[in-house]
């Protein structure tokens, strides 16, 4: 199926006479602007269930690893064996360098937002202060 879509894409970006280079591009020609919101939410969807699948199976990983080691007969009653005690610290671990990670890709667009908000600022002040009619 991935070998199919993969194949439907290149084919139908290769009809669609403005050549664009992303899926978002090649749903707004085709079908609009709803297109970029029915893509970014099946790619929040897709991510989110990846993030979970990634959480779960290192949790039940390391707390079975874990339990290998523990001589005890009710592991499962333990807390060291539970999925919850590996996934928070991942999580916790992995969220600060995911947040750098995209505001180092969003750096562009906060220096451009931090400069139109100055001129803007600039401006209003400007028309207060030399405009006779405001």
């Known amino acids: 199926v991935t070998h199919l879509a993969g194949n439907m894409y290149l084919y139908v970006k290769d009809i669609v006479p403005d050549h664009p280079e992303s ?3 090649l749903g707004y020609m085709i079908i609009g602007r709803k297109s970029i919101f029915l893509l970014a939410s ?4 897709n991510s989110f269930g990846l993030c979970m699948i990634y959480f779960i199976v290192f949790g039940d990983t390391a707390g079975q690893l874990a339990a290998s080691f523990a001589d005890d007969e ?3 009653s333990i807390w060291y064996t539970k999925r919850w005690f ?3 610290p991942l999580a916790v671990v ?3 360098l995911v947040l750098k990670k995209e505001l180092a890709e969003l750096a562009w667009i906060s220096y451009v937002l ?3 908000l100055t001129l803007f600022v ?3 002040f400007s ?3 030399f405009d006779s009619n405001f």
Not at 42 to 45: G, H, P, R, S, V
């Open 23 to 25: 899926l978002f591009e």
């Open 86 to 88: 590996y996934s928070v």
């Open 127 to 129: 028309l207060l202060v």
């Open 74 to 76: 009710t592991l499962d």
């Open 114 to 116: 931090f400069i139109s």
């Open 42 to 45: 099946i790619f929040i969807i």
């Open 122 to 124: 600039i401006l209003n």
């Open 94 to 96: 992995l969220l600060p």
